[in-house]
């Protein structure tokens, strides 16, 4: 469904917002067209496979949900404060896995509270952007925290460590270059067309990093800690893959013979 407005300021819209991040994109495929080694596909619910060719497919881009100037200056200083996080994120791996916890004053240093505050944006308007695509009505509090340094809101992330794509990416090199998003739920009654809509919950992952989104719910615990921009420190939960039971027999099958092949050596 195309939202032929602006969601955030209800202008045109004239711009495709990119459905996963383009620098997340560029930085585990790289730049130049996807062939061979390199072929990566996109995954849509009840479609089939499809192959992606380059950063800028339009099948990595949502239909036009944005006016220039939000997609671009309103919103420039949040997609820098995302992709300094995710750079922090792949240069710091194994020291994050360890503790279990993220600390902002490693990504922004002493602007902190600003960049953390500019993260929060950058996935509010990542959330925004999933709903507006597929005509979910957008809470008010969700668009106006965006020029706001303090605010209130019914939206809560919290951040998890997949554990099957950890494990198992370094045997399966298609989980380990997983990035994308899941599904959007709601309650029933909305669905149903008798009521409003109550509550959602969402999440994106980037390889082994699931961020789970909560609107008027509550955070499962399990997921990590709850964050809405209010603490230097973000800590990790766990999650784990909709791998088969089969997929995670193969996946140790394969473990095992890299045990005994280490051995052997």
Not at 3 to 19: D, M, P, S, Y
Not at 22 to 27: F, L, M, Q
Not at 114 to 133: D, I, M, P
Request: charged share 25%; glycine share 6%.
């Amino acid at each position: 469904m195309t939202n032929k407005k602006c969601w955030i300021c209800g202008e045109k819209a004239t711009t495709r917002e990119h459905r996963i991040k383009k620098s997340d994109i560029i930085s585990k495929y790289g730049k130049g067209t996807y062939k061979g080694k390199n072929e990566i596909c996109i995954y849509e619910k009840n479609k089939n496979l499809q192959m992606i060719r380059g950063a800028n497919s339009t099948l990595l881009k949502y239909d036009k949900i944005l006016c220039s100037n939000c997609n671009n200056s309103k919103t420039q200083l949040f997609d820098r404060a995302y992709e300094k996080f995710i750079i922090y994120i792949n240069e710091n791996k194994n020291d994050i896995l360890y503790k279990r916890f993220i600390n902002f004053s490693d990504i922004y240093k002493n602007n902190m509270e600003e960049g953390q505050r500019n993260l929060y944006k950058y996935f509010v308007k990542s959330f925004g952007s999933r709903l507006a695509h597929f005509g979910y009505p957008i809470s008010q509090d969700i668009i106006d925290l965006l020029d706001l340094d303090k605010f209130q809101t019914g939206l809560r992330l919290n951040f998890a460590v997949n554990e099957d794509k950890l494990y198992f990416g370094n045997l399966d090199n298609n989980l380990r270059n997983m990035i994308g998003n899941g599904a959007i739920f709601c309650n029933q009654s909305f669905v149903d067309k008798t009521a409003n809509i109550e509550y959602y919950t969402y999440n994106e992952y980037y390889d082994w990093l699931h961020i789970n989104y909560y609107y008027n719910q509550f955070p499962d615990g399990n997921l990590g800690s709850t964050w809405i921009a209010d603490n230097q420190f973000i800590y990790l939960g766990s999650s784990y893959s909709n791998l088969t039971d089969d997929m995670r027999e193969e996946m140790c099958a394969k473990a095992q013979q890299i045990v005994k092949i280490k051995e052997i050596i």
